[in-house]
């Protein structure tokens, strides 16, 4: 299987910062990508697939780049909302398998 | 306006059985694989399993492989989760999600439905 690995597992950032996800697969999955935006209580929520290809809906803030082995989502103005735990996916391959995940939280 | 409503969790003993359903609208369910994504307490995401659009292909993750079956029912416009020899490390939400254009990423999830496995 296919280790996702994100970093870092938490980060406390203030309003209006701008923040930066790091997602490292095991071996090269091209573009084969997604992230997800998780609340508490609440199902995940999808931001970008492709790697970089934003979701209808999702603000222009949220922005994805990579291919091969090295992901990152950035924010570029963090948002009161946008505070939640964020999860890489890799779909290159069965099974498919999550980060553990990056809990962004208030500083 | 695209929906997915789980149902069917609640407690149960080691060993036994529960079938999860997962019914959706809003969309034309018979064109879209599906599939299950779980979450222990606290924990983070896992796949379970999917399904293609008319139920002839399904895969599932080794820790569930031979214990669970994907169905669905497309004239019910419904998807479900036979779980079969449950054990405590199967306790999580379980998520139906859809699969946009068959590409293995999942949009959008259930609200979710908990399992819990005890004695």
């Given at each position: 299987a296919i280790r996702m690995t994100q970093s870092p597992s938490s980060l406390s950032a203030s309003t209006g910062d701008r923040v930066t996800i790091t997602c490292r697969a095991s071996q090269g999955i091209?573009?084969?990508?997604?992230w997800y935006q998780q609340k508490p209580g609440k199902?995940?929520?999808l931001l970008i697939y492709a790697a970089s290809t934003l979701q209808s809906g999702v603000p222009s803030r949220f922005s994805g780049s990579g291919s091969g082995t090295d992901f990152t989502l950035t924010i570029s103005c963090l948002q009161s909302e946008d505070f939640a735990t964020y999860y890489c996916q890799q779909y290159y391959s069965y099974p498919l398998t999550f980060g553990q995940g990056t809990k962004v939280e208030i500083k | 306006e695209v929906q997915l409503?789980?149902?069917?969790?609640?407690?149960?003993?080691?060993?036994?059985?529960?079938?999860?359903?997962?019914?959706?609208?809003?969309?034309?369910f018979s064109s879209?694989?599906?599939?299950?994504?779980?979450?222990a307490p606290g924990k983070g995401?896992?796949?379970?399993?999917?399904?293609?659009?008319?139920?002839?292909?399904?895969s599932?993750?080794?820790?569930?492989?031979?214990?669970?079956?994907i169905s669905r029912d497309n004239a019910k416009n419904t998807l479900?989760?036979?779980?079969n020899s449950l054990r405590a490390e199967d306790t999580a939400v379980y998520y139906c999600a859809r699969d946009p254009f068959g590409g293995n990423w999942f949009d959008p999830w259930g609200q979710g439905t908990l399992v819990t496995v005890s004695s």
């Open positions: 091209s573009s084969y990508l997604a199902a995940p929520k | 409503v789980e149902s069917g969790g609640g407690l149960v003993q080691p060993g036994g059985s529960l079938r999860l359903s997962c019914a959706a609208s809003g969309f034309t879209y694989w599906m599939h299950w994504v779980r979450q995401l896992v796949w379970v399993s999917r399904i293609n659009s008319d139920g002839s292909s399904t599932y993750a080794d820790s569930v492989k031979g214990r669970f079956t479900y989760l036979q779980m």
